[in-house]
Nanobody
Framework: QVQLVESGGGLVQAGGSLRLSCAASGRTFSNYAMGWFRQVPGKEREFVAAISRSLSTTYYADSVKGRFTISKDNAKNTVYLQMNSLKPEDTAVYYC??????????????????WGKGTLVTVSS
C-alpha cells in the first residue's frame, strides 16, 4: 500500500502561482512513477502531468505545457507540481497518483495504482 496526501491548494488570482505537494508513505516511493490529475465537478478526471520513476522523463497535458512543472524528491518521498501563470480554467481538485510502471509514463486513470484524496485549487479572474 502507498498512502498519498496532497497539500498546497488554495485561492490564487489569475497569473499567479501555486506549488502542490504530495507526500507518500508506505512502499518504496522510488519504485513508482507519479502523476497529477485534476477534476472539475461534473466532468471527468483528466491527466495533468507525470514523471517517470527514474526521474528522467516528464510528460504534460497540452493545456499546462510550459506553465506547470512536475518534480519528484525520492529522499523526501514527495512529488511536486509547480503551477505558474494560472488561469481560471485551471480551477479544479488536483489529485496525485502512483503508478508502478517500470519504464513508461502512463496517463490513463486506470493505470494508476494509488490515489490521494485531492486538494482544491481555485483561480479567480
Amino acid at each position: 500500500q502507498v498512502q498519498l496526501v496532497e497539500s498546497g491548494g488554495g485561492l490564487v488570482q489569475a497569473g499567479g502561482s501555486l506549488r502542490l505537494s504530495c507526500a507518500a508513505s508506505g512502499r518504496t516511493f522510488s519504485n513508482y512513477a507519479m502523476g497529477w490529475f485534476r477534476q472539475v465537478p461534473g466532468k471527468e478526471r483528466e491527466f495533468v502531468a507525470a514523471i517517470s520513476r527514474s526521474l528522467s522523463t516528464t510528460y504534460y497535458a497540452d493545456s499546462v505545457k510550459g506553465r506547470f512543472t512536475i518534480s519528484k524528491d525520492n529522499a523526501k518521498n514527495t512529488v511536486y507540481l509547480q503551477m505558474n501563470s494560472l488561469k481560471p480554467e485551471d480551477t479544479a481538485v488536483y489529485y496525485c497518483a502512483a503508478d508502478n510502471s517500470i519504464t513508461t509514463i502512463r496517463t490513463s486513470l486506470s493505470a494508476m495504482d494509488y490515489w490521494g484524496k485531492g486538494t482544491l485549487v481555485t483561480v479567480s479572474s
